[in-house]
């Protein structure tokens, strides 16, 4: 497996996968063109014998100096459970702590309980949120009304 920086043209490849990937939900709109452009050096592809099996769409905050922001991560279905999202998240990491920042964080679905389970053997931490649903710290209408989220923070060794 190889992993590389995203290019603008990998949108063209990425976006009509994205719904296929999260088994028909509407996702596609969470990644405009805009994030492969403008944030090449904190994002990346994975590729297996040149077939695109995942990517990771991060960025430095502007706003927060010493953290980075995971915004949108993907794994081909068929490549899931073989550490794609983790060697992709590892590569994300080194930057950010290559930029002198020290905290990643990301954002998912209440609903989506995979990517729960990942973040949390990856190291991440739960932050509080507004409500508990199911054990779960919620954060209500975060993204929009009915767009509750559970978001995480990771601090880099």
């Known amino acids: 497996m190889e992993i590389r920086s995203v290019k603008v043209s990998d949108y063209y490849v990425i976006s009509p996968l994205i719904n296929v990937w999260w088994g ?16 090449t050096q904190t994002s990346f592809i994975a590729e297996n014998d040149g077939k695109l099996v995942g990517f990771l769409i991060g ?11 995971i915004h949108f991560v993907g794994v081909h279905p068929e490549y899931r459970k073989l550490n794609i999202g983790k060697h992709l998240y590892k590569k ?10 020290s905290m990643v964080r990301c954002v998912t679905s209440p609903v989506n309980k995979g990517s729960i389970a990942f973040h949390t053997k990856m190291g991440f931490e739960i932050e509080d949120g507004d409500r508990i649903i199911d054990d779960l710290s919620i954060n209500t209408d975060y993204d929009g009304p ?4 559970v978001l995480f923070v990771k601090k880099l060794n």
């Open 24 to 39: 028909g939900r509407n996702m596609s709109d969470m990644l405009p063109k805009l994030f492969f452009k403008h944030f």
């Open 146 to 149: 009915n767009q509750d989220r």
């Open 92 to 101: 994300f990491f080194k930057v950010v702590k290559q930029n002198n920042r």
């Open 59 to 69: 960025f430095l905050s502007q706003t927060h100096s010493n953290e980075a922001y």
